[in-house]
């Protein structure tokens, strides 16, 4: 069987790069602006409040609570048809920021507001996604 290769983020992107090379490192961040102290994501070139466009990264919690759920029966990119159906949780991470990603693991007991943790899951030796799974006793 022919499978399609996922895409994977340009890690040349400077505005993404610190990104990827935490998660390689099994660490979650996101970044904020060294001008007001701004924290956003997803990441962009220039602070929406102040139009800095320089960044600190700053290492967050890698945990939340689930925010909103969506199950794909049909996959949008043919790229991930071999992974349906698959979850997309929108998760409020501790900072209160707000993150998708695919859900791994068991599912069942599924809610909004339960308690999630980030999983790093190594696509190659250059990129890790970041994925989510139900805590354990939330």
């Given at each position: 069987m022919n499978t399609i290769a996922k895409p994977l983020p340009d890690l040349s992107d400077p505005v993404t790069a610190p990104f990827w090379a935490a998660t390689r490192e099994g660490r979650l961040t996101v970044p904020r602006c060294t001008f007001c102290g701004y924290r956003l994501w997803p990441p962009e070139a220039v602070c929406p409040e102040c139009q800095h466009a320089e960044f600190a990264w700053e290492e967050v919690e890698p945990a939340g609570t689930l925010w909103?759920?969506?199950?794909?029966?049909?996959?949008?990119?043919?790229?991930?048809a071999d992974e349906l159906p698959y979850v997309v949780g929108l998760v409020e991470l501790t900072c209160g920021l707000k993150m998708y990603g695919i859900m791994r693991?068991?599912?069942?007991?599924?809610?909004?507001?339960?308690a999630v943790t980030a999983v790093f899951e190594p696509v190659n030796d250059e990129v890790t996604f970041v994925r989510w799974a139900?805590?354990?006793?939330g």
């Open positions: 909103s759920h969506a199950t794909y029966h049909r996959a949008l990119d043919p790229a991930f693991g068991d599912l069942t007991g599924m809610a909004i507001g339960r139900l805590a354990t006793g």
